[in-house]
């Protein structure tokens, strides 16, 4: 995420749509990179009628974790797909491949061959046809056998391409040289906008050309859709350091507005007409946000200013104003949808609503947020403004029609008592009627306002690890929504569990994971895209389906049957004690709950017919083994310092194998099956795994994560608990679906 915006960033045109003949609102199309099969899946929000575009396509190194996909999604006809993706690695810090292109037909069977000089790709839609640039800039050592030379030599080169013929309209390359080598992809990443009449892209980057830091100017090049190219070399700018302000210019917008500082003036260009307008030097113009038509901004430096680029006036609306940017980015845009109103935040959690049709500045203060929190907000319509801060269900939907403010939440609470929720980013979202607020806390939590209630959404299998909240997207209906869970793993970095829900809380699908997801890692399917296009339906199933879910009341971290695989108990285990619920399997009905229990105690199974109710504490836990071949000759340890779950012959200490959960993490739960021939693992951030013990290789992969497993003395079943649930699988069936 940035911390700033200009006028406008565009990187791709993938569209949240609404329904259309094809796609029924009650259970609309989704698509989705799935992680596990490295291609993307359409199908229905239930599951059903699933197809698969891009199998087999990308092969993920040995030595790599994941795929970051990123890209422009679906062509405007809908005839096409794009996306690019970079191979993840860890080695003591994530590494990121360059970004490979892939075009591909819709219904899978045509390839684009792209220009070989694409080596780093960002790839863009045209707003109307089927026409692609494609923009890539890399560099390297002038002289790589020389450790003391930093001399370096950049290679931009950007294409339109007509994907319909596979021809090339127009293209640009060029070669520089910068006096220091130009390693971070942030530095070197061009900016990409589409002007609103649909006819040209404006290519923005930095133009390094030595010195004492990374210096250079600024070069725009604009493309039109036959094949015209135009460059501008903003001289007058002067120099551009990427640890200063002016790395936020110029600003580029949609309407064609290129705005920026000079030595002496404030200046703005349009690159479609010729206007060009001056004004007199602004005070450090730090930040400028423009809105989606590209012809109004709001600036500050110190004061608050609004730039009319259609009126050619520049006017400061008041003094004094110090804008808090801490956390201001395009997810939740300054200008509401239809331009008429701005809001903007100080560093002392004052709001300013600006209304530029009647040019009034409206200030409101929450009284009972303290200064420095991390403000945002949202737009759920043109004139309401949903405000919340980071760590608090707390939300006001402000009316700017009215200038009135009205508390959503005042008795919604986190559940549990972490500490860890006050970290948490909730991204709250009305549903489209305004009934229904969801917030991605530990799971989907779904507030019903008209009854006061919380609906029975169960949290997210990551969600005991989750510390950073995560984001929904409504349907247009408002009756499915798509999840994007945070989770944070060692070293630092963060992974998005994806999944969606109905609202009504009677279906949950784990998909998929993401690094920084984005609109094609999981989205509504667009409108222009006719299902009867796509690639053949699956026969089967692409994933299996627990047989059955035991609900609880309760986070459980570990998971136990009894020794006749009837009873099965889940809690809160290890390391921080709780309930402890046991069920019957077969009938899923709650038989006991042990409240309060310690974290080293459990259950006591009985040789009867009868449960009876009884907690010990076993003579010995070893936290550092997560399980024991049922023979006791293998052990299955974690190294955290490596990272690494490894299996340990018990009387020698050989690593008999290393499993990998193509995560850099270890798994966190542990079991083998009765004859000793599987062992199941599972992570909160990884997929569900059984490995065949005699060999060591992968037997069953699913998307799902867990907490922990456990397999019934008879073996014919799987335990993994999912937060609040424990799903109970089949183990024929999963040996049946195999590793896909």
């Known amino acids: 995420m940035v911390k700033r915006l200009t006028l406008l960033l565009v990187f791709g045109s993938v569209i949240f749509a609404s329904p259309t003949r094809a796609q029924e609102p009650s259970n609309p199309y989704i698509f989705y990179f799935s992680d596990t099969l490295h291609a993307f899946i359409i199908e229905r929000a239930d599951g059903t009628d699933t197809h698969v575009l891009g199998a087999e396509l990308m092969t993920l190194a040995d030595d790599a974790q994941s795929f970051h996909v990123d890209g422009p999604g679906w062509s405007p006809s809908g005839q096409w797909f794009a996306w690019t993706a970079a191979q993840i690695r860890y080695n003591n810090g994530y590494f990121w491949s360059d970004y490979s292109p892939y075009v591909l037909s819709v219904d899978g069977t045509q390839q684009l061959a792209l220009p070989d000089q694409l080596q780093d790709v960002q790839l863009v839609w045209a707003r109307d046809t089927d026409l692609l640039l494609a923009v890539s800039r890399t560099s390297e050592r002038l002289h790589p056998d020389d450790p ?16 319909t013929s596979g021809t090339v309209v127009a293209a640009l390359e060029d070669q520089t040289f910068s006096d220091y080598y130009i390693y971070q992809r942030y530095f070197l990443r061009p900016t990409v906008v589409h002007t609103n009449d649909g006819q040209h892209f404006i290519v923005s980057y930095v133009d390094y050309e030595g010195g004492d830091s990374y210096y250079g100017t600024m070069l725009l090049v604009m493309f039109d859709t036959q094949g015209t190219i135009t460059q501008k070399r903003l001289d007058a700018y002067g120099p551009i350091s990427m640890d200063g302000h002016y790395s936020d210019f110029p600003s580029v917008s949609p309407a064609g507005w290129v705005a920026y500082p000079t030595a002496k003036n404030f200046q703005v260009d349009n690159l479609l007409t010729g206007e060009t307008y001056i004004f007199p030097r602004l005070d450090d113009p730090n930040t ?16 608050l200013w609004l730039l009319d680029c259609a009126a050619g006036t520049l006017v400061r609306l008041r003094e004094d104003w110090i804008l808090n940017t801490e956390h201001i980015v395009d997810e939740w845009p300054v200008w509401s949808p239809d331009s008429r109103y701005a809001v903007l935040l100080n560093s002392h959690n004052g709001f300013a609503f600006y209304d530029r049709t009647a040019n009034t500045l409206t200030e409101f203060v929450v009284e009972s947020w303290k200064p420095n929190t991390h403000v945002k907000w949202y737009w759920p319509d043109a004139t309401h403004c949903l405000l919340y801060r980071e760590g608090e269900l707390d939300t006001i939907l402000y009316d700017l029609v009215s200038s009135t403010a009205r508390p959503l939440t005042t008795n919604l609470s986190p559940p549990g008592d972490y500490d860890y929720w006050v970290y948490m980013d909730y991204y709250p979202r009305l549903s489209p009627d305004g009934r229904l607020l969801v917030v991605i806390g530990e799971g989907a939590i779904i507030y019903d306002r008209a009854a006061g209630s919380l609906l029975g959404i169960r949290p997210d299998y990551g969600a005991a690890g989750t510390t950073l909240g995560g984001e929904v997207a409504w349907h247009d209906s408002g009756d499915w929504l798509l999840i994007f869970e945070d989770a944070l793993v ?4 963060y992974v998005r569990d994806l999944g969606i829900v109905r609202a009504d809380g009677t279906l949950r699908r784990d998909l998929s994971f993401s690094w920084m997801p984005n609109p094609i890692t999981l989205n509504w399917l667009p409108p222009q895209i006719d299902p009867a296009d796509l690639p053949p339906a699956e026969d089967v199933p692409l994933f299996p389906q627990p047989e059955g879910t035991l609900y609880g009341s309760h986070w459980s971290f570990y998971v136990d049957w009894s020794p006749d695989s009837r009873w099965l108990a889940a809690g809160q285990g290890d390391t921080v004690g709780g309930d402890i619920t046991v069920w019957e399997v077969d009938t899923g009905e709650i038989v006991h709950v042990f ?3 310690k974290e080293d105690e459990r259950v006591v199974w009985p040789q009867g017919e009868t449960f009876v109710p009884q907690l010990m504490i076993p003579d010995q836990i070893d936290d550092t083994i997560l399980a024991r071949s049922p023979d006791g000759r293998q052990l299955v340890q974690n190294d955290s310092l490596k990272m690494k779950t490894r299996v340990i012959d018990a009387a020698t ?3 008999l194998s290393e499993l990998s959960s193509e995560w850099p993490m270890y798994f966190t739960s542990a079991s083998y099956s009765s004859d000793g021939h599987l062992l199941a693992t599972v992570n909160p951030y990884a997929p569900l795994r059984i490995w065949d013990t005699s060999t060591w290789e992968l037997a069953v992969v699913l998307p799902n994560p867990g907490e922990a497993a456990a397999f019934s003395p008879d073996g014919r079943q799987l335990a993994v608990t999912a937060s609040w649930d424990v799903q109970i699988w089949d183990v024929a069936k999963l040996l049946e679906f195999g590793v896909q």
């Open 148 to 163: 003391n030379d930093t001399h370096s030599v950049i290679h931009t080169y950007l294409a339109l391409i007509d994907v």
């Open 288 to 303: 400028i946000f423009g809105d989606a038509s590209g012809q109004y901004a709001m600036l500050t430096d110190g004061d």
């Open 490 to 493: 060692a070293g630092g970095a």
């Open 595 to 597: 409240e309060d229990a």
């Open 653 to 655: 200490g050989e690593v």
